[in-house]
């Protein structure tokens, strides 16, 4: 951390700034923002420099405020790699389905193996990638550009659009198309897929709209019952553009005896 302060010092020193200056102006931003945490006392300062001290984040707003530095650039000094925050949330897998969202310098991970991944920004080599997905990876990058869309990753435990989807998928989902259509394919690989939000999370499958009420329906092969929504429960965030995952999961998916009772409207 004393390399941090050490860069911090040098460009307050290049500034031509004084504690005294910096100390005065983070004043300034902790009133405008009305609070205190934004100051930086001179003992504060010091030890930041100095001493290695960590600064809060609001602190170092200020300092970056004061400085002209790059907040993300500036985290990195203190060894947090904040483009690679959405790389490093599939380090954790989760059970549910959810949504995710990458800024324009977000490294973009495919989905198992975690360590693959795809700087929008750098020439990739996808060899590697390719013999590992299949041509299904390539569906994801058809010609897209991934960062004006958002993303989702079908939970561990979501088998609702097995064999199309599998658990731990990652959808490129594009909000501009969420008017749910009522035809126009003749396959189930041509039928939209949608991804959905509800009170109690996400799902992503086939939706058909009836009578006010939105009808989610799984793949038949997944065994899961239909869910049905009032249509003022859910929100349509948009259809599925493109997908990466492996063609073969490392676990297969439950044996179920019976379909499980659908949700009615408003449950």
Known sequence: MER???KLKQRREKLQLTYRDVEKASQEVAGRHGNDEFAIALSRLADIENKGTVPTIYRLYSLCAIYRLDFHETLGWYGIPIELLASESLHIPLNETHALQFS?????PIPQPVDAEIDLNRTTFLSQVIRRWGKSGLNFLNGLDLRQYRYGLIGLEDWSMYPVLQPGSLVLIDESRRRIASGGWTNELER?????EHREGYRCGWCTMIKGSLVIQPHPSSQAAPEIFAAGDVDIIGQVAGVAMLLEPKHRPPV???AAPSRSPGQ
């Open 4 to 6: 941090a302060g050490l």
């Open 104 to 108: 324009a310098n977000s490294h973009v």
């Open 192 to 196: 939209p897929i949608y991804f959905v």
């Open 256 to 258: 179920r005896s019976a």
